[in-house]
């Protein structure tokens, strides 16, 4: 697909911009890319050309703010995945030690009892 996008083009530059129908093909010619640093161009086609860029921005806006949506709310799901699995892990951790502690206790207690008796 390259290719033939490359040999279009080519065919383009070859019968001239002004040709609206390549003769050979029956085809459209493709848009060229110019650029306005490099060439003169006149204050119209400067207009036309920021008007194409705008009609083209207006176009692709909601998507791409769909898409920075959805990315938004995954990273976000993600965060709060994170701080629960932490929270989680420390309250775990908390209930280990006071389990830890409660026996260490019920042990000290078996002990004084066995030496007491």
Do not use: H
Request: hydrophobic residues 40%; proline residues 4%.
């Amino acid at each position: 697909m390259i290719g033939q996008r490359e040999e279009r083009s080519g065919n383009m530059a070859a019968s001239g911009a002004g040709d609206p129908l390549d003769a050979k093909r029956g085809e459209a010619p493709f848009a060229q890319r110019v650029d306005p640093t490099r060439e003169k161009l006149t204050p119209e086609q400067l207009y036309s050309m920021r008007r194409a860029q705008l009609a083209q921005w207006q176009r692709v806006l909601p998507q791409r703010q769909t898409w920075n949506i959805v990315t938004g709310l995954g990273i976000g799901a993600l965060v709060l995945a994170i701080y629960g699995y932490t929270f989680y892990s420390i309250s775990q951790e908390r209930f280990l030690d006071e389990l830890e502690d409660e026996a260490k206790a019920a042990r000290a207690r078996a002990l004084a009892r066995a030496s007491g008796s």
